[in-house]
């Protein structure tokens, strides 16, 4: 079976542009989780997602949003790209009837704003 | 929120040793996982262990839920086993997960 994948591996945005990322989670999983992860430090929670309704949120700005389909794919929005939003996003599924379950995470994707 | 601690913060062994990765956090949990992220950025399962003590080949975790901490053992390790440890706690209540800072391993041949 096919893990978690992520879409695009990398890129590389301007200050005060918008970003879309994508996550399709593991077959069967309804969960997604989003993370950023700034060099040197560790993942950073963004978002939760079950059943495409939003579960749980970090301490990050309204200029991050994030969607859940029908077929439980995500996508990862930034507003107004900022330098400090360069970093490793990354997403990960997991099968829970609710709460936080064992999570798996995809590649990630590398975004660098100059 | 909970705080998660991870010592130590860095980790240099030679090949064939032995050794143990310490996660302490500040409040009471649902579930811990282990992960490592190899030089790549990949983040690898290594246990889901909320409570109890599990064991993969080589690698083995303990969870005391109620002295709240968590412990990785790595034995015999290998030049493979390089990158950094991380534990992330999850408390339903809070609806967030929390990584610790993260252990960086280096295995020299």
């Known amino acids: 079976d096919a893990g978690v994948t992520q879409s695009p591996t990398h890129l590389i945005k301007t200050r005060g542009q918008q970003v879309t990322l994508r996550c399709s989670p593991i077959?069967?999983?309804?969960?997604v989780s989003w993370y950023q992860q700034v060099l040197g430090q560790g993942p950073q929670f963004i978002f939760q997602y079950y059943e495409k309704e939003e579960r749980g949120r970090g301490n990050f700005p309204d200029r991050f949003s994030a969607r859940q389909f029908p077929n439980y794919s995500s996508e990862l929005n930034v507003n107004a790209l900022l330098l400090g939003d360069s970093a490793l996003y990354l997403c990960a599924s997991s099968f829970t009837t609710g709460g936080f379950g064992e999570q798996y995470f995809g590649p990630g994707t590398r975004l660098t704003v100059t | 929120g909970i705080q998660v601690e991870q010592s130590p913060p860095d980790l240099i062994l030679q090949e064939g040793a032995n050794s143990t990765l310490r996660c302490n956090f500040s409040?009471?949990?649902?579930?811990l996982q282990w992960f490592h992220q190899n030089p790549w950025g990949q983040l690898i399962n290594l246990f889901y262990?909320?409570?109890g003590t599990k064991q993969n080949g080589r690698l083995s975790a303990t969870t005391v839920a109620t002295e709240r901490y968590s412990l990785l053992y790595i034995s015999s390790s290998q030049t493979t086993d390089s990158g950094v440890y991380f534990c992330?706690?999850?408390?339903?209540?809070?609806?967030?997960?929390?990584f610790g800072p993260g252990t960086s391993l280096s295995v020299i041949p």
């Open positions: 077959s069967g999983h309804k969960s």
């Open positions: 262990i909320p409570s």
């Open positions: 409040d009471s949990v649902n579930n």
């Open positions: 992330a706690v999850m408390k339903t209540s809070y609806d967030k997960v929390i």
